[in-house]
């Protein structure tokens, strides 16, 4: 089991499509393991997207992520964390494939709804970050029907 770390942008927060959102990780299998509807301190935006400091979209990506809240979200499953970035799509909602979060949802490079972790270890980084208290241990009793013996 891997658990990753999402969040739900400023721009999906105030478009109302947390619920819908959240609900594609849930209809997928995927357990939540956290969830915090948080502003974002500037200090931790900079920590987050550290990798992209001194690139022309980092000062707007910081002032966007800081501008509304956020709902930040911890997800366990078997391969959660390349699960999670097929559910989310390509960067950019205009080249995002259809079916996926982005390219559902939408149009835009910036504001692109949701974060998913790109790898085990920027999701134990970022998990650090967003969840230092740590997330919820808890078992489903569906999560014997979610997977086959051998996916475990
Ligand atoms: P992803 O979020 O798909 O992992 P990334 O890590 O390359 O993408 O970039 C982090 C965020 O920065 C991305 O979600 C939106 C923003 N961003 C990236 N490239 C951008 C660009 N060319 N123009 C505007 N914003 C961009
Ligand atoms: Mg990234």
Redesign the pocket.
């Known amino acids: 089991m891997e658990t990753t770390f999402i969040f739900i942008k400023p721009d999906a927060v105030q478009r109302g499509l947390m619920g819908q959102i959240l609900g594609r990780f849930e209809r997928k299998g995927l357990q939540i393991v956290g969830t915090k509807l948080m502003s974002v301190p500037t200090d931790l935006a900079k920590k987050h997207?550290a990798?992209?400091e001194g690139?022309?979209?980092y000062d707007?990506?910081i002032k966007f992520v800081t501008s509304s809240p956020v709902l930040a979200i911890a997800i366990r499953g078997v391969n959660a964390v390349t699960v999670c970035r097929t559910l989310?799509g390509?960067?950019n909602g205009q080249k995002a494939d259809p079916g996926t979060i982005r390219g559902d949802f939408g149009m835009s490079?910036?504001f692109?709804m949701i974060?998913?972790s790109?790898s085990l270890e920027s999701a134990e980084r970022e998990l650090a970050l967003w969840f230092p208290e740590g997330t919820l241990d808890y078992s489903r009793t569906l999560d014997t029907w979610c997977y086959d013996p051998s996916d475990l």
Do not use: M, Q, V
Request: hydrophobic letters at 25%.
């Open positions: 997207y990798e992209h690139k022309p979209f707007g990506l989310i390509a960067t490079g910036g692109n974060h998913g790109d």
